[in-house]
């Protein structure tokens, strides 16, 4: 069997979710687990939603919750389904969109929003999309059963996150994919991004979370792949947002694209490569508007001859925090134990965490815990307005490879940066201040990759 994840473009207007529907269409005698997102923007407007109830602006309440509807029923009227699919949808979005109305009507007289009315309202995004999606193949003649994402992904709380119970979550998905093959369904939809919590309340992943999700229920059912479709064909050197000449890279590990993921690439959640990993699937990411196209495939294992540069990405808005390690070996594990209490405090970033003779810096996107716990008893200092790029690629590091990595310093030692750290054999990471020509070096080092690609 294989799973299908569909982003928020993939599902956005009509001519989008025809392209879906074509590709399920092609594959249709195969069992498929399809995991769907909101519709692109529902899930911000949700959002935007919750907020203004808590804050008890009607009109913006008003015009988010319009928009919101008036969306999904003119994706409806323009998908044009059969009578009895047509009547059907309307009921099932028509009763999704009553209760996001009381439910935002709840929160404004409460004045309260807690963790878990944000769920379950933000949570409406997918169900919107798949009762859409389910009731449309059918009344184009594909049999499908839609499941409910909350019966099976199970999550729970720690501090803020919602974090995967992977044992009954596998035993749900097993379950009622078992169950409903042999009820004659091979196709079956499901919404990524949400589950609810051990008390049956609905929890939700973080942003971007249908991966992560299309990748747990894929590990889950040993699937022969996990198909990542989107609005761009494949992972690139670079966003293809930024630079028109980035090139789609065929091939590429799983570190490579946590790497990537974690610095910025927006195109996989950064949590969705480690199911796949450990059940050793490999994942396609695909463009649902070209689906012709290979797009890229990643996988666990490559070969050690292969060594090369293959993608780079840029995070701005950073902070360099610096503390000055005190001499005393009690004192310098003191920091470091500190460090790691700041970590699972903040909600912040800690992008990388270097640590010379007599200094640690912290890459980070938040400095105010890291502030308040050194600034009073320890020599520390910050520098703002940080860019890091992160280059990814295979075996970076091997002598092979030696005459690629002095291009590339020719190339960095140009500018004037801050850090410079190699980690592993995938990745290289350089920092300097945003100030300090950034773009221009992001750009000359991604030139540099799809020249030698
Ligand atoms: P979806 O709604 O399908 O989940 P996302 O918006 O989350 O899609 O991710 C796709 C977007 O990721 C692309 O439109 C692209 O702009 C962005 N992106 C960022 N970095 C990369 C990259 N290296 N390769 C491909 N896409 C990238
Ligand atoms: N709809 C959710 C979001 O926008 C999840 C997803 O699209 O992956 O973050
Ligand atoms: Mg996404």
Redesign the pocket.
Known sequence: MKVLKF??TSVQFHDNMKQVKNIISDMQNEQLLIVL??CRG???NLLKLAEASANNHSDLMQSLFNEIKNHHLELITNLKLDNEFNVNVINDVNSILNQIENMCEGIRLLKELTIRTRATLVAN??LLSTAILSNYLKSCGINNVLLDAREIMKLYYSNADSLVNFEKTSENIKKAFTQNLYSGFNIQIIQ??IGSDPMNNTAVLS?????YSAAVFGAELQAEEIQIWTDVSGIFSTDPRFFSNAKTIERMTFSEVKELSAFGAKVL?PDTVKPAIVANIPVRVLNTHSPQENGTLLTNNIEESISQIDAITMLKSLNIFSITIPSERERKSEVIRKISECMNQTSGNYFLISQGISEIKIITDNISRLSSTFSKNYLTSNLSDVAVLCLVGKNLTYSSNSKLLNNISNIIFKYNIEMLEIINNNAIYIAMNTLENSNSLYEELHNFIINSI
């Open positions: 982003g928020g997102s909101a529902t899930t911000d995004g997918e990524g991004f942003r971007g979370g249908s991966d959640h």
